[in-house]
């Protein structure tokens, strides 16, 4: 919920068509005030925010429904994993089955 100077609620569609206002000066057309979570989460997560605290912040009932719904930021993750280890482990020689013999 977010306030006004006022410390009264602001309203909902007022509140979405000034951020709309704002990201059109900025030239960010087609941001929604609701992408601000989905940044939030997704930037956290590539920083190396711990799921749980995500989760929490952003008010959902479990981890596991956080990681749902970014799990596509987590397959990123993952293949930068992999070619860390590409990079630590050596080469393998690459053998043909006519090599084998």
């Known amino acids: 919920m977010f306030v006004s100077v006022e410390d009264k609620p602001l309203n909902p569609p007022s509140l979405s068509r000034d951020f709309a206002r704002i990201v059109k000066r900025a030239g960010l057309e087609n ?14 997560l590539l920083r190396g925010a711990k799921p749980k605290v995500i989760s929490e912040a952003l008010g959902h009932a479990s981890v596991a429904f956080t990681m749902d719904i970014y799990s596509h930021i987590i397959q990123g993750m993952q293949s930068e994993a992999m070619a860390l280890l590409d990079d630590v482990l050596p080469s393998g020689i690459n053998v043909k089955n006519d090599d084998k013999k």
Not at 31 to 44: E, I, T
């Open 31 to 44: 941001v929604r005030f609701h992408d601000l979570r989905h940044s939030f989460a997704s930037l956290m």
